[in-house]
């Protein structure tokens, strides 16, 4: 008596087709041994415009990307220098200089929008560390050998390096064709402040003034490089490169020191540029305060010497803000609140 053939039980069936299916991935993914042919979901990795896309041979570098990623359609950015002693909290603290900063950002009037046009830029990994976790537009600034992570007292050696670092990687922005609004992290924003900039173009850099003197077009203004537009052009690149090319004949000058004494000895006219000094009554710090809550866009901590006396002074002047902001009363008048920690850091 003839018996049917016996069927293979289905866990043969099964065997042979998680073979077929291996084989399969096998000759999809090729040769390499990142991918594991029995795993059907490949690993996912988690990356900006700027990092992992983009190899080192690539004709165009991470500094490349990160401008164009952050610039406004007129090539035009904002630009930021950070460090840890900025943007990392202390075991004392509950706040940061860097986040004091982004609070005046989301206070401001019509200056939310301008966080996707600001690129942070890192000198060291704390402070890039923190500028990705705020998911911000972020470039890391390598200096080899240097440590720039600490607070760096004003005028101190450490102090000084980090801001020759910074004006040369800002005139390799303006060769890149860029033109930026440069500003510290100390500067509060409480308005966008290119409504208060001149629009003609043929200006070249128009720079906040410790001290307005009344004259836009006088060069016997004292400028403070804490925040400046300057746009890309022949005339600005040779201005940075005359100005950076200094750094190593003025000793015990901070950067904007030089750049004082090349403006009074004639660089504007020998470089055929125009130079607007900006009034206080719209760019406005604690050297010389403008009153005029209706028409001030920024506010500076300088004259101050230290982060901490910086971050109170300036918490409280955001809360002056605020209550400007909230008030329903029209004839209400407003003051900026005295900026004590920063007059009492100079005393020690």
Known sequence: ??????????????????????????????????????????????????ELLHSVDDARDELDFALEKAAMANKTIVIAVINKAYADQGV?????????????????????????????VAVDQTSYDRCRFQRLNCFKLETEGVDFGGEKLYM???????????????????????SFIFTDTDVMWVRNPFSKLSKDETEDLQISTDHFNGNPWSASNPINTGFYFIRSNNRTIALFHKWYSMRNDTSGQKEQDVLVNLIRAGVIPQLNLKVRFLNTLFFSGFCQRSNDFKQVSTVHANCCRTIVAKIGDLRATLGDWKRFRTSTNASEIFWWSDHVRCKRSWKH
């Open 1 to 50: 008596m003839d018996f049917p053939p016996k069927k293979p039980p289905l866990i043969t069936y099964g065997f042979l087709l998680l073979f077929m299916i291996a084989s399969f991935l096998l000759i999809v993914s090729g040769p390499s041994s990142s991918m594991n042919p029995l795993v059907f979901f490949p690993q996912c990795y988690r990356s900006n415009s700027v």
């Open 92 to 120: 004392k603290d509950d706040t940061t200089m860097l986040d004091v900063f982004l609070s005046s950002f989301w206070m401001g009037e019509d200056t939310r929008r301008l966080l996707d046009h600001l690129l942070l």
């Open 156 to 178: 101190s050696d450490e102090f000084n390096k980090m801001m020759w670092r910074r004006t040369l990687f800002l005139l390799d922005v303006l060769k890149r064709g860029y």
